[in-house]
C-alpha cells in the first residue's frame, strides 16, 4: 500500500526529450492506468517509478520518502513485464520462490550449501513455500508448479509473473501492456481477473497500456499521456465525456469522434456548416470553433427530415450489435462516422445518401488548437 | 534432364566433403594405426589397420635383464604399456586437466561479468571499452609471447602452473562470445530479477549464466581444445620441470627419449592425449553445434 507521486519528472534520452516535466500522484489503494500511443513515454515513466530507469530531473516520492537515489530492488515495487520475464531454467514454483527468497533470507541463509546448517531456515522455508503455494491457488497456477515457463502458454507465463510480483506483497504493482502478448479473448478474461485482483489485495496498481478498452473498463482513474505530457488525468467516464482538448477526444473512444468545423458568433450561438445549433458557448467570442460528437450519438434520420446533415455512404462496418457507417457529407470533404441500430441501417448500401442526426446535448466545443471550450443547451 | 544436373551437383559436393574429410581422417587413421603395429610392421608398412597381432620380442626388455616370457606380448600391449612406462604420461594428462580445467573456470569468472557490463549496462565509454575487446581478438599470441615471458620469469613465475595459467585467465574471445549473446537476452528479464531485489552480480550468476549455457559450452569446447593442445606456450615457460608438463609437451620429450623409430608407443601416447577431446566432442556434439550456430535458440 503505498501512495506514489511524480513531481517534475523529465526523461531525455540524449537529445531527445521523451518526458516533459510531469507531475503525477496517485493515490493509496488506487488502479491508475497510463493511457497513450506507443512512443508517448508512458513505459519510460513506469520504468522511473520503478527505478529501473533514473529520470533526467524531478522526484519520485513513494509513500513520503523521496526515491531519487534509491535502487529498483529497495524500491519494494512489484512490475508484470510485457514479454512476463519468467526465468527459463526455473520451474514455476522456483520463478515464484526467486523473490520471496531475495527478500526474506538473509545473505548467508541464501548460500549455497552452508544454509544447510542453520537453524531457522527450514522454518522460513516452510512459511515461504505456503506463500508461493497461496498465491498460485489464488491464480489458479497449482497443476503447473513442476513446469518450465518455455512449457506454457502465453496466459498461463502471463498468471505466473503476476504471481511472482504477488507473492512479496509489494507496496505497488506496476504493470507494463501485460496483457498486449494474449489473444483477444484472454486479455478480456485477465482484464476482469486483474480487476478482481486489485480489489482483492487493495493495492495501487499503476497500468500502462496503450489499449483504451483495458483502460476505461479496468481504471479508477486514468492519466493520458502523449508526446511526455499528461493531457489529463481524471476517471475514465470524465475522460471520455470531458476530454479537456480535441487530441484526448480524438485518442478515447472507438471508433474515433467525429469534428467538425463550426462557427460561433458574439452572442454565443453557434452554426454548424449552415445548420444553427441549440447549443450556445458560456463565454460568447466570435470566431470559429470545431464541435466533436462520438458516433454512438448520432442516429439515422427519416428522408424527409430537416435540418440536419446529409451525406453518402462510403463504407460499412457492421459489428452485429451495431452497424458503423462512414458518411461523406454531402457539403464538402468532411467525414462522419455513423452509429446506427442494426436494424435500422440494415438495408444501407455503399453509395446511398442518408440524413444524420446528432444529440445536440453531448456536442463538445473545441478551440481552434483543441482547447475545450464549456457550452449550454439553449433552453 | 534437370534432375541428372541435380544429381550431378550433389554428387560433387559429396566428393569435394569425402576428399576433405579423408584429408583430416588419414594421420588420425595413421596414429591409431601405428599404435597397434610393431615396429618391423610400421617400418615396411604391412599388415592393415591392426597389424598383424603377432607375438613380439621386446629387445630393451631383454636388455634390462627379464625373462624371455616376460618381454614377449601383443605388438598393442607393448605399444601402449611403453606409452605408460616410459614416460608419466597420467602426470601428463593430469597437468593437462589441471591447466585446462582451471584456465575455463578463471576465464568463465572473468568473462561473464564483463560481457555481462558490456551487454547490458551503461556506462561511459563503454563502446570505447569494447573496441578494444574486439582490437585485442586481433592480437596474435606470438606477438605479445616474449613480453610476456619477460613478466613471468620476473615474477618468477616461470616453470609452475601458474605461468600456464595466467596469461590466458583474461579470454577477449570468451568476452566477445558471450556479450553478443546476452545481447539477445531480452532486457526485460533483468529488469524482473532487479525488481526481484538480486544484485548485479547475482544477476550474472543466477540468470545470465543459467540461460547462457549453450554459448558457455561452445566457449568451453573452444577453450578447453586451444589449452589442452597447446603446445607453443607451455614450450616456453616450462623448460625443466617433468612434473609441469602438459600432454603436447610432453610427447616431444617422449620422442627424445626412445630410440627414433620407436613410432608404436609413441603414437600410442599420442592417441591416448587426444582421446580425452574426442570423446568430449562426441558426447557434447549437438550442444556444441548449437551454441556455435547460436541460432534457433531462445
Given at each position: 500500500?503505498?501512495?506514489?507521486?511524480?513531481?517534475?519528472?523529465?526523461?531525455?534520452f540524449?537529445?531527445?526529450?521523451?518526458?516533459?516535466?510531469?507531475?503525477?500522484?496517485i493515490?493509496?489503494?488506487?488502479?491508475?492506468?497510463?493511457?497513450?500511443?506507443?512512443?508517448?513515454?508512458?513505459?519510460?515513466?513506469?520504468?522511473?517509478?520503478?527505478?529501473?530507469?533514473?529520470?533526467?530531473?524531478?522526484?519520485?516520492?513513494?509513500?513520503?520518502?523521496?526515491?531519487?537515489?534509491?535502487?529498483?530492488?529497495?524500491?519494494?515495487?512489484?512490475?508484470?513485464?510485457?514479454?512476463?520475464?519468467?526465468?527459463?531454467?526455473?520451474?514455476?514454483?522456483?520463478?515464484?520462490?526467486?523473490?520471496?527468497?531475495l527478500?526474506?533470507?538473509?545473505?548467508?541463509?541464501?548460500?549455497?550449501?552452508?544454509?544447510?546448517?542453520?537453524?531457522?531456515?527450514?522454518?522460513?522455508?516452510?512459511?515461504?513455500?505456503?506463500?508461493?503455494?497461496?498465491?498460485?491457488?489464488?491464480?489458479?497456477?497449482?497443476?503447473?508448479?513442476?513446469?518450465?515457463?518455455?512449457?506454457?502458454?502465453?496466459?498461463?507465463?502471463?498468471?505466473?509473473?503476476?504471481?511472482?510480483?504477488?507473492?512479496?506483497?509489494?507496496?505497488?504493482?506496476?504493470?507494463?501492456?501485460?496483457?498486449?502478448?494474449?489473444?483477444?479473448?484472454?486479455?478480456?478474461?485477465?482484464?476482469?481477473?486483474?480487476s478482481?485482483?486489485?480489489?482483492?489485495?487493495?493495492?495501487?496498481?499503476?497500468?500502462?497500456t496503450?489499449?483504451?478498452?483495458?483502460?476505461?473498463?479496468?481504471?479508477?482513474?486514468?492519466?493520458?499521456?502523449?508526446?511526455?505530457?499528461?493531457?489529463q488525468?481524471?476517471?475514465?467516464?470524465?475522460?471520455?465525456?470531458?476530454?479537456?482538448?480535441?487530441?484526448?477526444?480524438?485518442?478515447?473512444?472507438?471508433?474515433?469522434?467525429?469534428?467538425?468545423?463550426?462557427?460561433?458568433?458574439?452572442?454565443?450561438?453557434?452554426?454548424?456548416m449552415?445548420?444553427?445549433?441549440?447549443?450556445?458557448?458560456?463565454?460568447?467570442?466570435?470566431?470559429?470553433?470545431?464541435?466533436?460528437?462520438?458516433?454512438?450519438?448520432?442516429?439515422?434520420?427519416?428522408?424527409?427530415?430537416?435540418?440536419?446533415?446529409?451525406?453518402?455512404?462510403?463504407?460499412?462496418?457492421?459489428?452485429?450489435?451495431?452497424?458503423?457507417?462512414?458518411?461523406?457529407?454531402?457539403?464538402?470533404?468532411?467525414?462522419?462516422?455513423?452509429?446506427?441500430?442494426?436494424?435500422?441501417?440494415?438495408?444501407?448500401?455503399?453509395?446511398?445518401?442518408?440524413?444524420?442526426?446528432?444529440?445536440?446535448?453531448?456536442?463538445?466545443?473545441?478551440?481552434?488548437?483543441?482547447?475545450?471550450?464549456?457550452?449550454?443547451?439553449?433552453? | 534432364?534437370?534432375?541428372?544436373?541435380?544429381?550431378?551437383?550433389?554428387?560433387?559436393?559429396?566428393?569435394?566433403?569425402i576428399?576433405?574429410?579423408?584429408?583430416?581422417?588419414?594421420?588420425?587413421?595413421?596414429?591409431?594405426?601405428?599404435?597397434?603395429?610393431?615396429?618391423?610392421?610400421?617400418?615396411?608398412?604391412?599388415g592393415g589397420?591392426?597389424?598383424?597381432?603377432?607375438?613380439?620380442?621386446?629387445?630393451?626388455?631383454?636388455?634390462?635383464?627379464?625373462?624371455?616370457?616376460?618381454?614377449?606380448?601383443?605388438?598393442?600391449?607393448?605399444?601402449?604399456?611403453?606409452?605408460?612406462?616410459?614416460?608419466?604420461?597420467?602426470?601428463?594428462?593430469?597437468?593437462?586437466?589441471?591447466?585446462?580445467?582451471?584456465?575455463?573456470?578463471?576465464?568463465?569468472?572473468?568473462?561473464?561479468?564483463?560481457?555481462?557490463?558490456?551487454?547490458?549496462?551503461?556506462f561511459?565509454?563503454?563502446?570505447v571499452?569494447?573496441?578494444?575487446?574486439?582490437?585485442?581478438?586481433?592480437?596474435?599470441?606470438?606477438a605479445?609471447?616474449l613480453?610476456?615471458?619477460?613478466?613471468?620469469?620476473?615474477?618468477?613465475?616461470?616453470?609452475?602452473?601458474?605461468?600456464?595459467?595466467?596469461?590466458?585467465?583474461?579470454?577477449?574471445?570468451?568476452?566477445?562470445?558471450?556479450?553478443?549473446?546476452?545481447?539477445?537476452?531480452?532486457?526485460?528479464l533483468?529488469?524482473?530479477?532487479?525488481?526481484?531485489?538480486?544484485?548485479?552480480?547475482?544477476?550474472?550468476?543466477?540468470?545470465?549464466?543459467?540461460?547462457?549455457?549453450?554459448?558457455?559450452?561452445?566457449?568451453?569446447?573452444?577453450?578447453?581444445?586451444?589449452?589442452w593442445?597447446?603446445?607453443?606456450?607451455?614450450?616456453?615457460?616450462?623448460?625443466?620441470?617433468?612434473?609441469?608438463?602438459?600432454?603436447?609437451?610432453?610427447?616431444?620429450?617422449?620422442?627424445?627419449?626412445?630410440?627414433?623409430?620407436?613410432?608404436?608407443?609413441?603414437?600410442?601416447?599420442?592417441?591416448?592425449?587426444?582421446?580425452?577431446l574426442v570423446?568430449?566432442?562426441?558426447?557434447?556434439?549437438?550442444?556444441?553445434?548449437?551454441?556455435?550456430?547460436?541460432?534457433?535458440?531462445?
Open positions: 500500500m503505498a501512495e506514489i507521486q511524480l513531481k517534475g519528472i523529465s526523461k531525455s540524449d537529445d531527445n526529450k521523451v518526458i516533459k516535466s510531469l507531475d503525477l500522484s493515490a493509496n489503494g488506487e488502479f491508475i492506468t497510463v493511457l497513450g500511443p506507443s512512443g508517448c513515454g508512458k513505459s519510460t515513466l513506469l520504468r522511473i517509478i520503478a527505478g529501473l530507469e533514473s529520470q533526467s530531473s524531478g522526484d519520485v516520492i513513494i509513500d513520503g520518502r523521496e526515491v531519487n537515489n534509491v535502487r529498483a530492488s529497495e524500491r519494494d515495487l512489484a512490475m508484470v513485464f510485457q514479454s512476463y520475464a519468467l526465468y527459463p531454467h526455473l520451474s514455476v514454483q522456483q520463478n515464484l520462490m526467486v523473490p520471496l527468497k527478500r526474506r533470507l538473509s545473505r548467508l541463509e541464501r548460500f549455497p550449501l552452508l544454509n544447510w546448517f542453520l537453524p531457522k531456515r527450514s522454518s522460513k522455508m516452510i512459511e515461504l513455500n505456503e506463500k508461493v503455494l497461496q498465491a498460485a491457488e489464488t491464480l489458479q497456477i497449482t497443476h503447473l508448479m513442476e513446469r518450465k515457463p518455455g512449457q506454457l502458454s502465453g496466459g498461463q507465463q502471463q498468471r505466473v509473473a503476476v504471481g511472482r510480483a504477488m507473492v512479496r506483497e509489494p507496496v505497488a504493482f506496476l504493470m507494463d501492456e501485460p496483457l498486449s502478448n494474449l489473444d483477444a479473448a484472454l486479455r478480456v478474461h485477465m482484464r476482469a481477473e486483474i478482481e485482483l486489485h480489489r482483492k489485495l487493495k493495492t495501487t496498481f499503476v497500468y500502462v496503450h489499449d483504451q478498452a483495458e483502460a476505461l473498463t479496468m481504471s479508477d482513474r486514468m492519466a493520458v499521456m502523449m508526446d511526455g505530457e499528461i493531457l488525468h481524471d476517471t475514465p467516464s470524465e475522460i471520455y465525456n470531458n476530454p479537456v482538448n480535441l487530441q484526448v477526444a480524438e485518442f478515447i473512444g472507438s471508433p474515433k469522434i467525429n469534428v467538425l468545423p463550426a462557427e460561433s458568433d458574439s452572442k454565443g450561438g453557434i452554426t454548424c449552415g445548420l444553427p445549433i441549440s447549443l450556445s458557448m458560456k463565454t460568447p467570442k466570435q470566431g470559429s470553433i470545431m464541435l466533436g460528437f462520438r458516433p454512438e450519438h448520432t442516429e439515422l434520420l427519416s428522408s424527409n427530415s430537416n435540418n440536419c446533415f446529409e451525406g453518402k455512404i462510403t463504407y460499412k462496418e457492421n459489428l452485429g450489435s451495431d452497424i458503423y457507417l462512414h458518411v461523406n457529407l454531402k457539403e464538402d470533404q468532411h467525414k462522419m462516422i455513423v452509429r446506427s441500430e442494426p436494424d435500422k441501417a440494415l438495408d444501407a448500401k455503399i453509395g446511398d445518401m442518408v440524413k444524420i442526426g446528432w444529440m445536440v446535448d453531448k456536442v463538445m466545443a473545441f478551440e481552434r488548437n483543441g482547447q475545450s471550450l464549456p457550452t449550454k443547451s439553449k433552453s | 534432364m534437370k534432375q541428372r544436373t541435380k544429381l550431378g551437383s550433389e554428387a560433387g559436393k559429396h566428393i569435394v566433403l576428399v576433405g574429410a579423408l584429408v583430416v581422417i588419414l594421420p588420425f587413421y595413421l596414429m591409431i594405426s601405428f599404435s597397434f603395429k610393431s615396429p618391423s610392421e610400421i617400418q615396411s608398412i604391412s589397420f591392426f597389424g598383424a597381432q603377432e607375438m613380439m620380442t621386446d629387445h630393451r626388455c631383454l636388455k634390462a635383464g627379464r625373462s624371455e616370457v616376460e618381454c614377449t606380448m601383443l605388438p598393442i600391449v607393448y605399444n601402449y604399456r611403453a606409452a605408460f612406462e616410459e614416460a608419466p604420461l597420467l602426470r601428463y594428462l593430469l597437468n593437462g586437466v589441471i591447466v585446462t580445467l582451471s584456465i575455463f573456470a578463471i576465464q568463465v569468472l572473468i568473462a561473464l561479468p564483463c560481457a555481462y557490463a558490456l551487454a547490458k549496462l551503461k561511459w565509454g563503454r563502446d571499452v569494447f573496441g578494444l575487446v574486439i582490437f585485442c581478438l586481433l592480437i596474435p599470441v606470438h605479445i609471447a613480453p610476456l615471458y619477460l613478466m613471468l620469469a620476473k615474477f618468477g613465475l616461470t616453470n609452475t602452473f601458474a605461468a600456464l595459467v595466467i596469461p590466458w585467465t583474461i579470454s577477449v574471445f570468451g568476452i566477445f562470445l558471450m556479450r553478443q549473446f546476452f545481447k539477445t537476452i531480452p532486457d526485460d533483468i529488469n524482473a530479477a532487479r525488481m526481484d531485489g538480486m544484485s548485479e552480480f547475482s544477476i550474472v550468476w543466477k540468470v545470465m549464466l543459467p540461460s547462457a549455457i549453450p554459448a558457455l559450452l561452445a566457449f568451453a569446447i573452444f577453450s578447453v581444445v586451444a589449452h593442445n597447446d603446445y607453443y606456450w607451455p614450450r616456453i615457460v616450462i623448460t625443466g620441470d617433468r612434473d609441469l608438463m602438459t600432454p603436447p609437451l610432453g610427447l616431444r620429450m617422449f620422442k627424445s627419449d626412445m630410440d627414433g623409430n620407436e613410432y608404436g608407443p609413441m603414437m600410442a601416447a599420442a592417441t591416448v592425449i587426444v582421446a580425452p570423446v568430449a566432442f562426441l558426447l557434447a556434439q549437438r550442444r556444441f553445434i548449437e551454441g556455435i550456430t547460436l541460432t534457433g535458440m531462445k
